[in-house]
């Protein structure tokens, strides 16, 4: 083998490796003050992180508790909160809300309750929209968490969990006052929105005439026939009420009726009432 050959062969070799390791997926650990890691994660315990930097082997320990979220390079993310212990008091005798309360409150940390989705002609609600809509409003502020103002996101499975041990869900959240709920999720902010809707129909007709013409005994014939299309549309009429709180505080509280009346026009004007609320920065 000539020496051109093997650099040749050596620098192809060297190309395929670096392409290799360009296309290979990194773990992102985001920092609560929103610095981005792209990284290898090998370890992760209860206080400690440890990763490598993309063609290094040495290892990096990063404390769990400057971390806000980590994005896997499998599409799964996971979010962090620095959890800080309550003084402990006497057992309240109230009821079993109070005595379940959180016993772990994280500051800078806020929740997004569950929608209420309600249709205002028969006042009935619907549980799937509730949870499509907290979902929601919950990946939005994950998809902006560079946007965000020093808060970490409550993890949902989290929230509906301490609600549900509560009794708490989408029929009688907007019953149970924010002082309450903030202990029971153990967060110092809390998004409250609600989306009220009717919907009507829009019939259009639109009418075609057709004309057929036979000869007969040398007579023409003219035969006509009228073909009529009626479309029908769903429009939806959408109020949107949105409400932020912090320390049991209301700090932004706006609704908002969607430009448009089609089916996912309540989505938009959840994000443009998201992205003027408080917590938001460019």
């Given at each position: 083998m000539t020496l051109k050959k093997a650099i040749t062969i050596l620098i192809l070799v060297l190309i395929s490796t670096n392409v290799f390791s360009q296309a290979k997926k990194l773990d992102k650990i985001i920092t609560k003050d929103y610095q981005v890691i792209e990284c290898t994660i090998s370890k992760i315990s209860d206080k400690t992180v440890d990763y490598s930097m993309p063609n290094e082997t040495m290892i990096i320990e990063i404390a769990v508790s400057k971390i806000a979220r980590i994005d896997y390079a499998s599409g799964r993310s996971q979010t962090f909160a620095q959890a800080e212990s309550v003084p402990e008091s006497a057992p309240s005798q109230a009821n079993n809300t109070s005595v379940n309360q959180s016993a772990t409150f994280k500051q800078n940390t806020i929740a997004v309750l569950p929608v209420p989705f309600v249709n205002s002609e028969n006042m009935t609600d619907s549980e799937e929209m509730s949870k499509f809509a907290q979902n929601d409003i919950y990946n939005k502020l994950l998809d902006k968490s560079s946007h965000i103002v020093s808060l970490t996101v409550q993890d949902l499975r989290t929230t509906n969990s301490l609600l549900r041990k509560a009794g708490i869900d989408y029929k009688n959240i907007d019953e149970t006052p924010i002082d309450e709920l903030q202990k029971i999720l153990g967060v110092d902010n809390i998004i409250a929105?609600?989306?009220?809707?009717?919907?009507?129909?829009?019939?259009?007709?639109?009418?075609?005439t057709s004309q057929n013409a036979k000869v007969h005994d040398n007579k023409v014939?003219?035969?006509?026939?009228?073909v009529a299309n009626t479309n029908t549309q769903l429009?939806?009429?959408?109020?949107?009420?949105?409400?932020?709180?912090?320390n049991n505080t209301k700090i932004y509280t706006q609704n908002r009726k969607p430009l448009l009346n089609l089916k996912d026009s309540w989505m938009?004007?959840?994000?443009?009432?998201?992205k003027r609320s408080p917590i938001y920065v460019k």
């Open positions: 929105a609600k989306v009220s809707y009717t919907v009507t129909q829009n019939q259009t007709t639109a009418a075609y014939k003219a035969n006509e026939s009228t429009l939806f009429d959408y109020h949107v009420y949105f409400d932020m709180y912090k938009d004007t959840v994000s443009y009432l998201l």
